[in-house]
């Protein structure tokens, strides 16, 4: 009898491994066939899509600026005092700023500058995000408490004024953190710092929420069934099927940033000179708006063109992952 017992048990477990499998297989075909769905839709959003090509060739433009300097023969830090302010000629296809340095390279190499803090400070958010919205929704309870407290928190803060103030602050000086802070590379590394410090709240919001929708389903428990740990379940059965807002979230995240960064750069509160970017072109310039508005028109003109790049990415990521979209 015992052993009769011992067999229909096996059995039962037997079939509900299986049944576990085959829900776990069907969760992974779906999420695939969604992802299909949504770079068809994604492909027919013409904006969407000239968005996306504006900011590749962008992105390469900046990605091989030392290519290009090297076979123009180039420098975005060489000084001609004689030839400040000079005209756009063969040489200096843009002309020359207020220190005779060749305008056009100064852009690439601002753009590679501009558009890596912003995509950097992104990401970085979005992993933060992640990490304490997963968290909070997963485990819920006191911890869903104190991390949204805190999320709320930062929420509530005015963001330009704490920018402002957080960049004008000596990170030098800060133990362990300040030994990076010099250099070119200091002044990059502080903006992504306090980006990414200032712009995880929101992402962490949305995956909260979406995981407090999910995390009840069939797909879910079948995995604790199956003995998976609490991150395998997180990473690999949760975050695949949150990551549509998410990731809207961070491509306008991203425009907002080349924003931010330009403003504080025009401050000079961002990217110190001789590091170019987009923002410090533009306060630089300010002296010469009268006799060279190019210099003014043109970093402001891509830092436009970037900005609405990413957001009509972010409109049509939108619109593509919306399961509600129409198929017109």
Do not use: C
Request: hydrophobic share 50%.
């Amino acid at each position: 009898m015992a052993h009769t017992s011992t067999g229909i048990s096996d059995a039962f477990i037997a079939s509900s491994s299986e049944e576990s499998v085959k829900g776990i297989n069907v969760q992974e075909d779906a999420v695939k066939t969604y992802w299909a769905t949504v770079l068809s839709r994604f492909l027919k959003h013409k904006v969407a899509v000239g968005g996306v090509f504006m900011i590749l060739l962008l992105s390469l433009l900046a990605i091989f600026a030392d290519v290009i300097a090297s076979l123009t023969g180039l420098d975005p830090s060489a000084q001609k005092i004689l030839q400040r302010y000079g005209e756009w000629s063969t040489s200096h296809p843009l002309g020359t700023d207020e220190l005779g340095r060749d305008a056009f390279i100064r852009l690439l190499y601002g753009a590679r500058v501009s558009l890596a803090v912003a995509m950097l400070s992104a990401v970085a958010s979005m992993v933060v995000g992640i990490l304490v919205g997963s968290l909070a929704g997963y485990y819920g309870g006191k911890l869903d408490t104190v991390l949204m407290r805190v999320t709320d928190s930062f929420l509530a803060l005015p963001l330009i004024p704490i920018l402002i103030l957080m960049a004008a602050l000596d990170f030098g000086k800060i133990p362990v953190v300040g030994a990076y802070m010099q250099g070119d590379e200091g002044s990059i590394l502080k903006l992504i710092i306090i980006f990414v410090s200032f712009s995880w709240m929101v992402q962490a919001r949305l995956v909260r929420g979406a995981i407090l929708s999910i995390k009840k389903n069939e797909y879910v428990l079948a995995a604790r069934t199956m003995g998976q740990s609490d991150w395998s379940i997180i990473v690999r059965e949760m975050l695949p099927n949150v990551l549509a807002p998410v990731i809207v979230a961070v491509t306008l995240a991203v425009g907002q940033n080349i924003l931010f960064e330009a403003a504080l750069s025009f401050l000079g509160l961002g990217i110190q000179p001789p590091t170019a970017s987009w923002g410090n072109m533009l306060n630089n310039a300010l002296e010469s708006i009268n006799n060279r508005p190019s210099l003014v028109v043109i970093p402001g003109i891509l830092i436009l063109i970037t900005v609405m790049s990413f957001n009509f990415l972010g409109d049509g990521l939108q619109d593509a992952m919306d399961p509600k979209a129409s198929k017109s």
